[in-house]
């Protein structure tokens, strides 16, 4: 039996032990918290399995690749809400709305009454949007919760340093393996959670805005996920500006969000590669998974895949990185 | 060209912001020959140079690097950020934009002129971000600024010249002023246009980097400074109303 350990416990670490598991791997997780939280850039993820939007700006593989996350996740009992997404634009942007129409597949464009049966909290406040129905969110936290307790449960050792030896170990640690992987980078994100119970949103919403682009993503019990923004950095400070843009942004979506309560501001840091694609690569014994950029919940089932299948079978899987090996 | 004593190989100047990824990027600007890089640092520098990795890549591309002082709202914020670019990218090179207007970005003239003058007092070679306002081109040049760069149109709207008439006359008062038309450009086309005119480059960011193929559209736009340069080199005709065969009409029975 391969014994497999697993370093760094965020999104692809744990997918990645999962898949192990799933392939009869003995696997250890080392990281230094004992469950997921907030030292960890996927506890401030988005959670949107949105991969036909993200292929508006991201490359080809993302959005083939991603298109396997939203069964992933349901398979492994997380509850996914398919709902699909939608996209809309403030007046004077509306022909932000073809463009990203144009640059996207899997959509329908949605009259004003089609969007008002959809979701009828938008009513008369757009008189278009894009819906792309096989579009799906989750809730990160308790995504990641799930999978690292039921790894537990399976005889899964999670410790702050490496125990006995291993086979094989696969370095999940984002940007921390920066040490081993130099031409990673920082790209901050920053978040908000917003308490709204009078809003009924039910699927995420993107506001396309050249300058302040937004989403909201319903975490359920009137709570609302916003996020989008991406700065070329590594820092994990919380912004005004940037809070200032989110809001505002969100109060232009919908004014009711002006009476919420903001329950909670997170930013920190993704790793990214220069492509803003992830890698998989082998140095000795071990195979990095890493750069997972803004997609970890949308890719990190496939690249966890992949990198079960290159330790067991020995392939080259797509995104693999000779120089990384 | 050359600006501020350096000599540059290329007329076209690309912004580094928005790109899908650093890669689509660094293709843009190996399709384009782009000779001048922007950076915006305000955002970016954070506590700890932040966005140090960011700037390692735009170092790599080897061109010309110059620092902008983007999102700033007064003088002060503007000279504090020069001040940090400085010693960020080691240039003194800024480009300074002092916004007046949210909504707009349209350049705040009194602003733009306050810190053009204490850049240029702290040893700053400035590259102002102004209108096709004559007379603020002539506080500017008194101010110590060597080149001018007048918008197209707002940043980021893609409208190309949206005043002709104004272009033309900044361009005709300040024969001998290295100009760059900044801002507003969505087509080649219209930075073809701006070099006919006699401007001495272009630089744009939101056309090529919005681009579902930012790498070639900043070949098209490098291809469109190119001609736009060559045309004003060789001395345009003169446009006039009544038709010129340029065959003698004299012998056409011959030919029938």
Same mark, same amino acid.
């Given at each position: ?8 416990a965020?999104? &692809?670490? %744990? ?10 791997c003995?696997? =250890? ?17 988005g ?67 089609? !969007? ?5 909290? %938008? ?33 899964? &050792? ?48 993107? %506001? !396309? ?18 996020g989008?923004?991406?700065?070329? =950095? ?7 500006? =940037? ?9 232009? !979506? ?48 496939? !690249? ?7 330790a ?7 995104l ?6 | 060209?050359r ?24 293709? @843009? ?33 080897g ?20 001040r ?60 110590g ?11 980021g ?85 009544? @038709?010129a ?12």
């Amino acid at each position: 039996m391969t014994r497999a350990r697993v370093l760094g416990a965020g999104v &692809a670490g %744990l997918c990645v032990a999962t898949e192990l598991v799933a392939r009869g791997c003995k696997v =250890s997780v080392v990281d230094p918290a004992p469950r997921p939280g907030p030292h960890g850039c996927s506890w401030w993820a988005g959670g949107m399995l949105a991969p036909f939007c993200e292929g508006e700006a991201a490359e080809e593989p993302v959005v083939r690749l991603g298109r396997e996350a939203a069964g992933w996740w349901r398979r492994q009992g997380v509850a996914v809400e398919g709902r699909g997404t939608l996209v809309v634009t403030l007046g004077r942007d509306r022909r932000e709305l073809d463009r990203f129409a144009r640059r996207t597949e899997g959509h329908r464009m949605l009259d004003e009454a089609a !969007l008002a049966a959809l979701e009828p909290e %938008l009513a008369g406040r757009f008189d278009r949007a894009l819906y792309f129905p096989d579009e799906a969110h989750l809730d990160p936290r308790a995504a990641l919760g799930h999978l690292r307790d039921r790894l537990a449960g399976e005889g899964v &050792a999670f410790a702050a340093e490496p125990g006995g030896p291993a086979d094989l170990t696969f370095d999940c640690r984002g940007l921390a393996a920066r040490d081993v992987l130099p031409d990673l980078r920082g790209v901050k994100g920053e978040m908000a959670v917003l308490r709204a119970p009078e809003i009924r949103l039910t699927r995420p919403v993107r %506001l !396309l805005h050249p300058r302040f682009p937004l989403y909201v993503v319903p975490r359920g019990d009137g709570r609302f996920m916003l996020g989008a923004t991406q700065i070329e =950095s590594d820092e994990r400070v919380r912004r005004v500006r =940037s809070v200032l843009e989110l809001l505002s942004a969100a109060y232009a !979506l919908h004014p009711a969000f002006g009476e919420a309560e903001l329950v909670e501001i997170g930013a920190d840091a993704r790793p990214a590669f220069p492509d803003n694609l992830p890698r998989l690569g082998r140095r000795g014994d071990t195979i990095h998974v890493n750069g997972l950029f803004r997609h970890g919940f949308l890719l990190a089932p496939a !690249l966890a895949r992949m990198a079960a299948e290159a330790a067991s079978d020995g392939t080259r899987p797509e995104l693999w990185h000779e120089d990384h090996g | 060209m050359r600006l501020y004593g350096t000599e540059i190989a290329s007329r076209l100047m690309l912004g580094t912001a928005q790109y899908p990824s650093p890669a689509a990027l660094g293709e @843009a600007f190996r399709r384009s020959g782009a000779g001048i890089a922007t950076v915006s640092v305000r955002r970016e520098a954070g506590g700890e140079r932040a966005g140090a990795a960011f700037w390692d890549l735009i170092r790599e591309l080897g061109v010309q690097i110059l620092p902008n002082t983007a999102g700033c709202h007064s003088a002060r914020e503007a000279v504090t950020t020069a001040r940090m670019a400085r010693e960020l990218f080691d240039t003194n090179w800024i480009k300074l934009e002092v916004i007046g207007h949210a909504d707009t970005l349209q350049p705040d003239p009194f602003g733009l002129v306050e810190a053009a003058r204490i850049l240029t007092d702290d040893g700053f070679q400035v590259f102002p971000y102004t209108t096709e306002d004559v007379v603020l081109a002539d506080r500017l040049l008194a101010a110590g600024c060597e080149v001018l760069m007048p918008w197209g149109a707002p940043i980021g709207t893609g409208l190309g010249l949206t005043n002709i008439y104004g272009l033309r006359t900044l361009r005709a008062q300040f024969p001998d002023v290295p100009m760059v038309v900044d801002a507003g450009l969505g087509l080649p086309s219209q930075a073809a246009m701006a070099m006919e005119m006699g401007y001495d480059a272009v630089l744009l960011n939101t056309a090529v980097a919005k681009a579902g193929d930012p790498a070639a559209m900043a070949e098209g736009f490098a291809r469109a400074v190119e001609a736009g340069r060559l045309a004003c080199e060789a001395d345009p005709m003169e446009p006039r109303d009544m @038709a010129a065969p340029s065959t003698p009409v004299i012998g056409r029975a011959f030919l029938e």
